[in-house]
């Protein structure tokens, strides 16, 4: 079955350490790829995306995500972390098959000061 | 702020009751989805609609039903609640009619309480 898997529930970072989300997806196909952020109270909101081309994308807000088509990966990352990074982080991925995104389980950031 | 506005914000009702939930997508945005978002279920698509009529249906259960009207706003309309459905309910809008090239435009949501 099509699945995200996003293997980590809580992430705990200091302020102005680098940070890395994971991401993983089984499909065939190179599928569409986004990351939302989830900030407390609010909606989401895309940070980037991935359709094709150069691997690592840039987003908002001083983050990058690599796609890695032999892990089946797009993990998130972030040199250095501000205490306002502190939010649900939610992988998404797409497929031409499909109408809809299919989303990981999220991964709430938490920022020690 | 997004440009989808979603209300009520809050909602607290008693089991067996029926609410409507109400959305208004961005401006020039032909697509309404619906996501629950719960503790133990996660995010879950819903429904979507394209211009007016129904595109998609995920895992929507039966007592739950939507539209989208000539404005493009939407409506959810849940019934005969139960405490399992409290969630907390987004709307999105995108341009396209498809969810997985655009970009998904969401709403701050609407939190339901069933007591």
């Known amino acids: 079955a099509q699945s995200v898997t996003q293997p980590d529930i809580h992430i705990t970072v200091s302020e102005g350490a680098s940070l890395e989300l994971r991401c993983n997806y089984s499909?065939?196909?190179?599928?569409?790829l986004f990351w939302y952020v989830q900030s407390p109270g609010q909606g989401l909101q895309l940070l980037l995306k991935?359709?094709?081309?150069d691997t690592l994308v840039q987003g908002i807000k001083g983050f990058e995500a690599e796609f890695k088509r032999s892990q089946s990966s797009f993990n998130l990352r972030k040199p250095s972390v501000h205490w306002s990074d502190a939010a649900e982080y939610f992988c998404?991925?797409?497929?031409?098959?499909?109408?809809?995104?299919?989303w990981g389980a999220g991964t709430k950031l938490i920022i020690k000061p | 702020d997004s440009g989808v506005t979603q209300t009520p914000k809050h909602l607290i009702t008693a089991t067996g009751q029926r609410v409507t939930l109400r959305c208004s997508p961005r401006?020039?945005?032909?697509?309404v989805y619906w996501y629950q978002q719960s503790l133990d279920q996660g995010l879950q698509f819903l429904i979507q609609?394209?211009?007016?009529?129904?595109?998609a249906k995920g895992n929507i259960l039966e007592r739950f039903s939507a539209q989208q009207f000539p404005d493009l706003h939407s409506e959810l309309n849940l019934s005969s609640l139960e405490l399992g459905d409290s969630a907390l309910y987004f709307c999105?809008?995108?341009?396209?009619?498809?969810?997985?090239?655009?970009?998904?435009?969401f709403g701050e949501g609407s939190r339901l309480t069933v007591l």
């Open positions: 999105a809008s995108s341009v396209g009619g498809t969810g997985v090239t655009g970009e998904l435009f």
């Open positions: 401006s020039g945005d032909l697509s």
């Open positions: 609609y394209y211009n007016g009529e129904e595109r």
């Open positions: 499909y065939g196909a190179t599928p569409y």
């Open positions: 991935y359709f094709s081309g």
């Open positions: 998404a991925v797409g497929l031409d098959s499909n109408y809809q995104l299919i």
